[in-house]
């Protein structure tokens, strides 16, 4: 028999169901009356089970930390998920122009929590590399890139740039929810929480941790090539088994014009129909192709707004349709969201 | 006080030193015997202690199972890691590419063995996205992508393609383990563990049950941007802290020529040096750049070698260089690991 995956249909679901199970050193046995019970360790059944010890001492119930997530972050009004699968298809990078377009609008606040770890790009991108964190008696300040745009970081919390954060699952998600229970986030018209690559610990705890409080939605980012798409398919089978929305598909990196003779080259080539084709399959909406602008990873390696600095670039038109795609999407005002110069 | 790291110095050698340290509900008491000590649990000072069951019940001493992989691996004589600290950077791609310019030599074997368990790209690169895994009674056997080319991936383990791998840490590490544990990769020349990106559970994993059988090192993959060579400096960290000799860096991506005026384009600009001079910085050696080559992506879409496919290519020659110069930094003779076909 191949050793298929098949055997534990269950799994996914109660992984998301029960975020805190112990880990058991034995099968359960037959009547046990679950491992993330009032009665694990403690009931009939488990008088000489090799689990008793473990389950006994085991968390029991809802989170206790929840509701105080939820309170802290009860004048938030929009959480948005950056997901995409795959590593590298720039996912902060669209997290920070994200964040740049929601900020252009003087009057919104705007929250970016990096969850990536063990390779926090963020506070580079958005020019806060050497912030620290300070602590009041009320919880953790965010280090602000702007007048109205707050980041949290674990890179604020290095003692240097470059150390290594080698760090299993559990210390992660510690983190991760001190981010939501402690960092005084205040009012915020929208927080952005920008994930690492995959499907694994961080994304389960965001989930977790934010269900109670309402997550608007996920924005999945891709390149155009099938081995990014093939993770991305992953991660909307993802969402749909956690229940979050999916409000889009941003085509990233989708063709490169010659500065010198503006042929147009796809360099990571849709082999197999790309981001829009995706989108059509699963039933999503497709929020549009940004092309690949050099620029745009200049502006992140300098931390400043691609927005400001590169205003008519056709990469900014296009990053604009998609801001405004996801407005409308979430059922908000595109022009409020982010009001056109022009208008002004 | 600001919130740091610091105050815990020695976090990231006792989570390399203890891998199987349990997880405790309180401060270990000033006489603990050490929650991973024989008499863990046991000992007069752990009565009253809230942890003592934690302790009493969780493994103890050395993983029995690294002696049975390092008897399976015994046939096995190279091992090395590919790393990259940050994603999408061609991590996976170098990875095929090296397995493919190591397999020209018909008399190697090589085997590579992708422990990105929820985002995993080396079945659809070395087109064997389609096989399955079959089990005998000696163990699991590997996929094979040419006669002289084994692969292993949770990929081949997957009921459907597209469902999401929704796992925690230590689910993950379990199958490391048993990748490496029950998969017959009898007698290879060059075992290739590509990893996924961040220095977390898989890592710390590859390294814990590898120590014993010996790792030749590890080859870091980045882009010349900056927040690519950021996250690299933290994997050398890891590989520092960690005792992984850092074989060398390639620079992937490294520029992009127009295939209509032959204008060289940065596509990701090298704004603090790019890999060399961070290859300078850390003293470890820099194997060479990569130009970016729409071709290689498409290769790997469609599972093909890009040496056969391209062997003129400016990129594949820059690729003949890095694998020479691995080779070099490996005590072992270039021409024998990669023969050119001219010499033939």
């Not at 929840?66 to 298809?89: F, N, Q």
């Amino acid at each position: 028999m191949a050793p298929s995956l098949e055997a534990e249909p269950e799994s996914v679901a109660s992984v998301l169901a029960n975020p805190q199970k112990p880990q058991l050193v034995a099968p359960e046995p037959e009547h046990c009356p679950g491992p993330e019970s009032q009665q694990a360790g403690t009931a009939d059944s488990c008088a000489g089970c090799p689990n008793q010890a473990i389950c006994a001492t085991a968390p029991k119930g809802p989170d206790p930390d929840i509701p105080l997530i939820t309170a802290r972050l009860s004048g938030v009004k929009h959480k948005i998920l950056i997901l995409s699968g795959k590593g590298g298809v720039g996912k902060s990078t669209f997290t920070s122009l994200l964040a740049h377009a929601f900020a252009t609008n003087a009057e919104q606040t705007v929250g970016v929590m990096d969850t990536d770890i063990c390779g926090p790009s963020i506070p580079k991108m958005l020019g806060v590399e050497g912030e620290t964190i300070h602590v009041s008696s009320t919880g953790w300040s965010p280090a602000w890139a702007m007048d109205n745009l707050a980041v949290m970081s674990i890179q604020f919390m290095l003692p240097n740039r470059d150390d290594a954060i080698i760090w299993r699952g559990p210390k992660k998600n510690g983190l991760i929810k001190q981010f939501l229970k402690d960092v005084e986030w205040g009012d915020l018209d929208f927080l952005l929480v920008d994930t690492p690559p995959g499907t694994s610990d961080e994304h389960l705890s965001v989930n977790t941790y934010l269900k109670k409080s309402g997550i608007d939605g996920a924005v999945m980012v891709t390149t155009p090539q099938e081995v990014s798409l093939l993770d991305v398919r992953k991660e909307i089978d993802f969402c749909r088994k956690a229940g979050i929305k999916v409000l889009g598909l941003v085509e990233n990196m989708s063709g490169f014009v010659c500065p010198k003779c503006t042929h147009e080259s796809e360099i990571f080539k849709a082999t197999t129909g790309g981001g829009r084709k995706l989108a059509e399959e699963m039933g999503i909406a497709f929020l549009g192709s940004v092309p690949l602008d050099p620029r745009i990873g200049m502006a992140c390696d300098y931390g400043e707004s691609f927005f400001d600095s590169f205003p008519d670039s056709p990469a900014c038109r296009a990053l604009k349709g998609v801001v405004k795609g996801l407005a409308t999407e979430m059922g908000l005002d595109p022009e409020v969201v982010m009001p056109e110069e022009d208008d002004a």
